[in-house]
């Protein structure tokens, strides 16, 4: 069965950067499109960033301009990358795949969800 685990979380200050890294099971990763989601505590899960099939990526204007998203489809991974961490930044870091090839920034185009990994920023 095909699953997603996530990893990287933790305490960071303010400034900081962190990479998480999703690692899933499964022949076909390279195939789907992936992202990353966020749920602040007390808000609705928001999108962070996305990656397609081909390696074009799109970010949330949340973290435009200080994260990079990439995959590793040798290593059936994706990471993402967060530079200038902001106390904001403070949530539960998701990972999905896609339902198809494309990378959205919509929940529902998103099939399999990873546990999550808690990120605190503090300042």
């Known amino acids: 069965q095909a699953q997603l685990v996530e990893s990287g979380g933790g305490t960071v200050q303010a400034g900081g950067s962190l990479r998480l890294s999703c690692v899933a099971s499964?022949?076909?990763?390279?195939?789907?499109?992936m992202g990353w989601f966020r749920q602040p505590p007390g808000k609705e899960r928001e999108f962070v960033a996305a990656?397609?099939?081909?390696?074009?990526?799109y970010a949330g204007d949340s973290v435009k301009g200080r994260s990079t998203i990439s995959r590793d489809n040798a290593k059936n991974t994706v990471y993402l990358q967060i530079n200038s961490l902001k106390p904001e930044d403070t949530a539960v870091y998701y990972c999905?795949?896609?339902?198809?090839?494309?990378?959205?920034?919509?929940?529902?185009?998103?099939?399999?969800w990873g546990q999550g990994t808690q990120v605190t920023v503090s300042s």
């Open positions: 999905a795949r896609s339902k198809s090839g494309r990378a959205t920034i919509s929940a529902y185009e998103y099939g399999l």
């Open positions: 499964g022949r076909t990763f390279s195939s789907y499109g």
């Open positions: 990656i397609n099939w081909g390696g074009g990526t």
